[in-house]
Structure formats: C-alpha cells, structure tokens
C-alpha cells in the first residue's frame, strides 16, 4: 500500500519561496509518476505539475518559470519548489499517485501567500 506524505507549507510573503516535500512509502512508490495539485477555500482542486515515471516535468501554465518539481531517489521523494509566490498560490497542496486503478492522495500541507 502506497502512502503520500507532504510537508514544507507555511506562511509567506508575496515574491518569496517554499520547497514542498513528498515522501512516498510502499511498493513501487519510489519510481511512480507523482503529481502536485491544490484546492483553494471555494474551488475545484487544480493540477500544479506532474513527475513521470522518465524525470519529465509537467507544469500547469501558471506555473511555468516558477514552480520546479524533482525528485529524490533516497528516500523516494518529490519536490515542489515555488518561487516568486503570488496570493493566488494560497491553497492546500496535495500529492498524487496513481497506483494500478487507484487515486493515492496526501493529507495536504498549507501554502499561505499574505503580506
């Protein structure tokens, strides 16, 4: 069984930096694609990039120049870096894999971008 587990949010100035963390347990978890979405107060949950199985980094366009997502074999770990954050970044990020058939989510770490 395959369990997520993010850390690194916290609160930040606009213009500054947080580095998210995934850590990933169980078969296979090391070498799956993982995926970084959000979900503000009142919307949809929102993809942010994807890791595929190969090292290829997806983003959601809004993300382009100032998100990084990278992965740490040992432990198996994944990266969000976030750059020149915006108060329209605020949100509980989430980490994703799917596992066979199965959605696999974290419980979420909370990004606050607030002068």
């Known amino acids: 069984q395959v369990h997520l587990v993010e850390s690194g949010g916290g609160l930040v100035q606009p213009g500054g930096s947080l580095k998210l963390s995934c850590v990933a347990s169980g078969s296979d978890s090391g070498f799956a694609a993982t995926a970084w979405y959000r979900q503000a107060p009142g919307n949809e949950r929102e993809w942010v990039a994807t890791?595929?199985?190969?090292?290829?980094?997806l983003y959601a366009d809004s993300m382009k120049g100032r998100f990084t997502i990278y992965r740490d074999n040992a432990p198996s770990t994944v990266y969000l870096q976030m750059n020149d954050l915006k108060p329209e970044d605020t949100a509980v990020y989430y980490c994703?894999?799917?596992?066979?058939?199965?959605?696999?989510w974290g419980q979420g770490t909370q990004v606050t971008v607030s002068s």
């Open positions: 994703h894999q799917t596992v066979g058939v199965a959605d696999v």
């Open positions: 890791l595929t199985r190969g090292g290829v980094a």
